[in-house]
Protein backbone atom coordinates (compact mmCIF):
# COMPACT_ATOMS: atom_id res chain seq x y z
CA UNK A 1 0.00 0.00 0.00
CA UNK A 2 2.88 2.14 0.64
CA UNK A 3 4.40 1.60 -2.61
CA UNK A 4 1.45 2.77 -4.59
CA UNK A 5 1.28 5.60 -2.47
CA UNK A 6 4.69 6.77 -2.77
CA UNK A 7 3.98 6.23 -6.37
CA UNK A 8 1.05 8.31 -6.95
CA UNK A 9 2.91 11.08 -5.18
CA UNK A 10 5.74 10.76 -7.50
CA UNK A 11 3.00 11.09 -10.36
CA UNK A 12 1.18 13.85 -8.98
CA UNK A 13 4.55 16.26 -8.28
CA UNK A 14 6.61 14.66 -11.49
CA UNK A 15 4.04 14.21 -14.09
CA UNK A 16 1.06 16.38 -13.66
CA UNK A 17 2.93 19.49 -13.35
CA UNK A 18 3.75 18.98 -16.81
CA UNK A 19 0.57 17.68 -18.43
CA UNK A 20 -0.79 21.01 -16.42
CA UNK A 21 1.51 23.02 -19.08
CA UNK A 22 0.75 21.01 -22.35
CA UNK A 23 -1.64 22.52 -24.81
CA UNK A 24 -4.08 19.71 -25.26
CA UNK A 25 -7.70 19.92 -23.48
CA UNK A 26 -7.53 16.53 -22.45
CA UNK A 27 -4.14 17.29 -20.91
CA UNK A 28 -5.25 19.80 -18.78
CA UNK A 29 -8.51 18.56 -17.91
CA UNK A 30 -6.97 15.61 -16.92
CA UNK A 31 -4.29 17.24 -14.78
CA UNK A 32 -6.43 19.41 -12.82
CA UNK A 33 -8.78 16.93 -11.87
CA UNK A 34 -6.03 14.70 -11.00
CA UNK A 35 -4.62 17.24 -8.77
CA UNK A 36 -7.75 18.00 -7.01
CA UNK A 37 -8.51 14.24 -6.33
CA UNK A 38 -4.81 14.00 -5.30
CA UNK A 39 -5.39 17.10 -2.96
CA UNK A 40 -8.64 16.21 -1.68
CA UNK A 41 -7.45 12.83 -0.69
CA UNK A 42 -4.87 14.40 1.28
CA UNK A 43 -7.63 16.36 3.13
CA UNK A 44 -9.56 13.50 3.79
CA UNK A 45 -6.69 12.18 5.84
CA UNK A 46 -6.69 15.02 7.78
CA UNK A 47 -2.77 16.02 7.56
CA UNK A 48 -2.39 20.12 6.63
CA UNK A 49 -5.75 19.70 5.00
CA UNK A 50 -6.10 24.01 4.88
CA UNK A 51 -3.06 24.21 2.51
CA UNK A 52 -4.69 21.48 0.24
CA UNK A 53 -7.72 22.92 -0.06
CA UNK A 54 -5.98 26.17 -1.11
CA UNK A 55 -3.95 23.72 -3.41
CA UNK A 56 -6.61 22.38 -4.72
CA UNK A 57 -8.26 26.23 -6.23
CA UNK A 58 -6.04 27.47 -8.62
CA UNK A 59 -6.79 23.32 -10.72
CA UNK A 60 -10.31 25.27 -10.88
CA UNK A 61 -8.66 27.06 -13.78
CA UNK A 62 -7.49 24.55 -15.71
CA UNK A 63 -11.82 23.12 -16.38
CA UNK A 64 -13.11 24.52 -19.17
CA UNK A 65 -16.66 25.67 -19.13
CA UNK A 66 -17.80 21.89 -21.11
CA UNK A 67 -16.36 20.29 -17.84
CA UNK A 68 -17.48 22.92 -15.61
CA UNK A 69 -20.84 22.64 -16.93
CA UNK A 70 -21.30 18.95 -15.81
CA UNK A 71 -21.24 20.64 -11.88
CA UNK A 72 -23.23 23.52 -12.63
CA UNK A 73 -25.92 24.05 -15.63
CA UNK A 74 -26.20 25.93 -18.73
CA UNK A 75 -29.23 27.69 -16.71
CA UNK A 76 -27.34 29.05 -14.12
CA UNK A 77 -25.18 30.30 -16.32
CA UNK A 78 -27.30 31.87 -18.30
CA UNK A 79 -28.97 33.12 -15.74
CA UNK A 80 -25.80 34.86 -13.85
CA UNK A 81 -25.10 36.32 -17.26
CA UNK A 82 -28.71 37.93 -18.25
CA UNK A 83 -28.77 39.27 -14.40
CA UNK A 84 -25.10 40.85 -14.92
CA UNK A 85 -26.45 42.50 -18.03
CA UNK A 86 -29.31 43.21 -16.51
CA UNK A 87 -27.69 45.30 -14.18
CA UNK A 88 -25.33 47.33 -16.03
CA UNK A 89 -27.92 48.29 -18.48
CA UNK A 90 -30.34 49.14 -15.27
CA UNK A 91 -27.58 52.34 -14.61
CA UNK A 92 -25.87 50.23 -11.72
CA UNK A 93 -22.41 51.04 -12.67
CA UNK A 94 -21.98 50.46 -8.99
CA UNK A 95 -22.36 46.57 -9.62
CA UNK A 96 -18.69 46.02 -10.91
CA UNK A 97 -17.16 48.15 -8.67
CA UNK A 98 -18.37 46.26 -5.62
CA UNK A 99 -17.10 42.81 -7.27
CA UNK A 100 -14.04 44.32 -7.99
CA UNK A 101 -13.88 45.23 -3.88
CA UNK A 102 -15.46 41.75 -2.78
CA UNK A 103 -13.01 40.66 -4.99
CA UNK A 104 -9.93 42.20 -3.53
CA UNK A 105 -11.24 41.55 0.10
CA UNK A 106 -11.50 37.79 -0.59
CA UNK A 107 -7.94 38.33 -1.90
CA UNK A 108 -6.77 40.02 1.19
CA UNK A 109 -8.55 37.76 3.34
CA UNK A 110 -7.10 35.03 1.87
CA UNK A 111 -3.73 35.97 2.48
CA UNK A 112 -4.50 36.90 5.90
CA UNK A 113 -5.89 33.32 6.49
CA UNK A 114 -2.80 31.94 4.89
CA UNK A 115 -0.14 33.74 7.33
CA UNK A 116 -1.91 32.99 10.25
CA UNK A 117 -1.97 29.21 9.21
CA UNK A 118 1.31 29.86 8.40
CA UNK A 119 3.04 31.27 11.50
CA UNK A 120 3.55 27.72 13.31
CA UNK A 121 5.59 26.32 10.49
CA UNK A 122 7.77 29.19 9.79
CA UNK A 123 8.71 29.24 13.53
CA UNK A 124 9.59 25.71 13.22
CA UNK A 125 10.97 25.63 9.83
CA UNK A 126 13.78 28.81 11.10
CA UNK A 127 13.81 26.99 14.55
CA UNK A 128 17.68 25.58 14.72
CA UNK A 129 16.29 22.33 15.36
CA UNK A 130 13.31 21.77 12.68
CA UNK A 131 11.16 18.93 12.84
CA UNK A 132 7.87 18.06 10.22
CA UNK A 133 4.59 18.76 12.90
CA UNK A 134 1.15 18.58 12.33
CA UNK A 135 -0.02 21.82 13.48
CA UNK A 136 -3.46 21.44 13.02
CA UNK A 137 -5.31 19.95 16.07
Known sequence: ???????LTFVEQLVLPFLM??????CRRFA?????????LIVATGNYAWINFIGALPCISMLDDAV?????????????RKAAEAA??????WVPKAVR????AVCVW????????????????????????????
Not at 32 to 40: D, R
Not at 88 to 93: E, H
Not at 101 to 104: M, N, R
Open 32 to 40: GLAEMCFQL
Open 101 to 104: LLHG
Open 21 to 26: LVPLTW
Open 110 to 137: LVLFMGFKSKDPLRELFSPAPWINNYDP
Open 68 to 80: LSAVVSRDTFSES
Open 88 to 93: ILAGRK
Open 1 to 7: FHRMEVA
